[in-house]
């Protein structure tokens, strides 16, 4: 059967997002000045920046939402980008799971209160990949999907189960973490990664997975990222790893090939915000993958997606099709890379 299209599971949320006047100290007042709603969670992002990328092959659906009103907004837009919802479950178990966004108007400082809600429902049983014809499985947020996050009795995490299904059912797999302060990443994570082909982790979740510090900023080590990047092969991951960060990114891939993307140079005044840069970045990666475009062009969308979701607060209004990101990157330019 020859695959073509591409399912992603996981996290399904609704961010409302509120732009307030300061960030106000404990029992003290702020001014909501503005509030919409938008798409959030590995899964939406991943597949609604496909679309909006112009993606031409099929897309999928696969996860929970709640009985109420932003579950059928979600199960609307999805509609108006072609995307699939056979698998996008309605629950009356819980509420569709949200985030509230405050956004200080002054510096663009987000803080985030999120409610977990029919994304914690979701189980391997949930997933069905025998009628799928889709050649990519993306998946995240792992640390974010309290069902798929469980340990099973050979102590894996459940979303271990989902992988290896996905798998054997012929469906190259992709996997993104939440960065989740604590300790889950090595006992959560870690057992997990012989059943992905592709991991993306940003710099916080590489070093939480391996140990390696690679830095931030200025500061950022290339060569600890290339040893971070082989550490993550070494633990399974069994076909490429994409570390990235502000400053880019780095493929490392179990043929031993390294490929740097340096950032695009966004001016400042072109950023309304970072939300969802990271999905971003992912999805231009995945869509270079499918099209079997060659690494460094592929990596080159990447960023150039990402570089392009900043021109909105949210984390998938601003991207336009991959021809017209790429020529946003080449336009203004690239960072150099670390040394």
Same mark, same amino acid.
């Given at each position: ?38 798409? =959030? ?8 920046? /496909? ?11 696969? =996860? ?69 014809? *889709? ?63 592709? /991991? ?76 969802? *840069? =990271? ?6 990666? /995945? ?13 080159? /969308? ?32 690239? *960072?150099?890379?670390?040394?």
């Amino acid at each position: 059967m020859s695959r073509t299209g591409l399912i992603a599971g996981g996290n399904w949320i609704t961010d409302h997002v509120k732009l307030i006047d300061t960030w106000p100290p404990q029992d003290a007042l702020a001014n909501i000045l503005g509030e919409s709603a938008a798409n =959030g969670g590995s899964a939406y992002n991943v597949l609604k920046n /496909l679309a909006r990328l112009g993606a031409p092959f099929p897309l999928e659906a696969v =996860g929970l939402v709640g009985d109420d009103a932003d579950g059928r907004a979600i199960l609307a837009d999805c509609a108006v980008h072609g995307i699939r919802t056979d698998q996008l479950r309605t629950t009356r178990a819980a509420a569709t799971s949200y985030t509230d966004v405050m956004t200080v108007q002054s510096n663009g400082r987000r803080t985030f209160f999120h409610q977990r809600g029919a994304n914690a429902l979701l189980r391997p049983e949930h997933f069905d990949f025998t009628g799928t014809r *889709a050649r990519f499985f993306h998946l995240g947020y792992l640390l974010l999907l309290d069902g798929l996050d469980a340990l099973e009795p050979d102590g894996r995490p459940a979303a271990a189960t989902v992988l290896a299904r996905a798998r054997a059912a012929g469906l190259i797999t992709s996997v993104d973490c939440v960065s989740e302060a604590g300790s889950r990443f090595r006992s959560h994570v870690v057992p997990a990664l012989s059943e992905v082909d592709l /991991l993306f982790a940003n710099d916080f979740e590489t070093e939480q997975l391996t140990g390696v510090t690679v830095g931030r900023g200025d500061g950022l080590d290339r060569r600890a990222v290339e040893r971070a990047a082989r550490a993550l092969l070494a633990l399974g991951v069994r076909s490429l790893v994409l570390v990235h960060s502000p400053e880019g990114v780095c493929a490392c891939s179990a043929t031993g090939e390294t490929v740097w993307q340096p950032a695009v140079r966004v001016p400042p005044e072109l950023v309304a915000g970072t939300t969802g *840069a =990271g999905d971003a970045l992912a999805a231009g990666v /995945l869509y270079g993958l499918h099209q079997a475009w060659p690494l460094p062009r592929t990596l080159e /969308l990447g960023v150039c997606a990402a570089a392009v979701s900043l021109g909105s607060p949210t984390c998938s209004d601003a991207l336009v099709p991959a021809e017209e990101c790429l020529a946003f990157g080449r336009r203004h330019g690239f *960072a150099v890379p670390p040394a």
